[in-house]
Every structure is written in structure tokens, then in C-alpha cells.
Nanobody, 130 residues
Framework: QLQLVESGGGSVQAGGSLRLTCVVSGGAFSVYHMAWFRQTPALERDLEREFVAGISWGGDKINYADSVKDRFTVSRDNAKRTVSLQMNGLEPEDTAVYYC???????????????????WGQGTQVTVSS
């Protein structure tokens, strides 16, 4: 059974940085596309999670939401079975619960919709104050 565990969340002031890490156990991590999503209370009511960043199994394809481009960097280490999200220039609008997710469908396409990600971590809270 695939398990994902996030860490690294916390509280920072605007302009600060945080690094989130997701450790994956079980399954064949090196062939899964991975992504980070986030959820605010407003999105939670609609069971929606906002795509933040995704990285293909080999790391050669990377997508970012427009709102985080040039501020966030996603990376992965297949040997350590981890995927990370370096977040710089944090803004109050980035406040959310951040989730790590795995797409185990073995598709070529790196998807940005939560519907393609079948495994999720428990989430880690990021709070940015102004």
C-alpha cells in the first residue's frame, strides 16, 4: 500500500520561505508522477484542491500553477523516495493545507487535475502572515 507523509509546514511572515517534503513508502515511486496541491477552507467546502506543482516520474516534465511560478520549485529524489516543494517569497494568499499526491496510472501526461491522483498524504499546514 502506498503511503505519503508530508512535513515542513509552519508559520512564516510574508516574503519568507518554507520547504515541504513528502516521503513515499510502498509502491514503485520512481514510475509515478507526483504533485503538490493545496486546500483552503473555501475549497474544502467544495471538496476541491488547487494544483500547485507537478513533476513527472523522471523529473523531465514540470508544471506550476501560474500563481506560484517563479516562486516555488518542485523536485524529486527517486533514490530517497521523496518529492519536495521549495517555497520562496511566500504571500498570505499561499496560506493553505498542502498535500502531496501520487498518480499511479502510468500515464505519459503529467496531469494537473486532482481527479488523476489516487493517493494522498495527510496534509501539512502553511500559514503566511502579512
Amino acid at each position: 500500500q502506498l503511503q505519503l507523509v508530508e512535513s515542513g509546514g509552519g508559520s512564516v511572515q510574508a516574503g519568507g520561505s518554507l520547504r515541504l517534503t513528502c516521503v513515499v513508502s510502498g509502491g514503485a515511486f520512481s514510475v509515478y508522477h507526483m504533485a503538490w496541491f493545496r486546500q483552503t477552507p473555501a475549497l474544502e467546502r467544495d471538496l476541491e484542491r488547487e494544483f500547485v506543482a507537478g513533476i513527472s516520474w523522471g523529473g523531465d516534465k514540470i508544471n506550476y500553477a501560474d500563481s506560484v511560478k517563479d516562486r516555488f520549485t518542485v523536485s524529486r529524489d527517486n533514490a530517497k523516495r521523496t518529492v519536495s516543494l521549495q517555497m520562496n517569497g511566500l504571500e498570505p494568499e499561499d496560506t493553505a493545507v498542502y498535500y502531496c499526491a501520487a498518480d499511479v496510472s502510468l500515464r505519459r501526461q503529467l496531469e494537473m487535475s486532482q481527479d488523476w491522483y489516487g493517493y494522498w498524504g495527510q496534509g501539512t499546514q502553511v500559514t503566511v502572515s502579512s
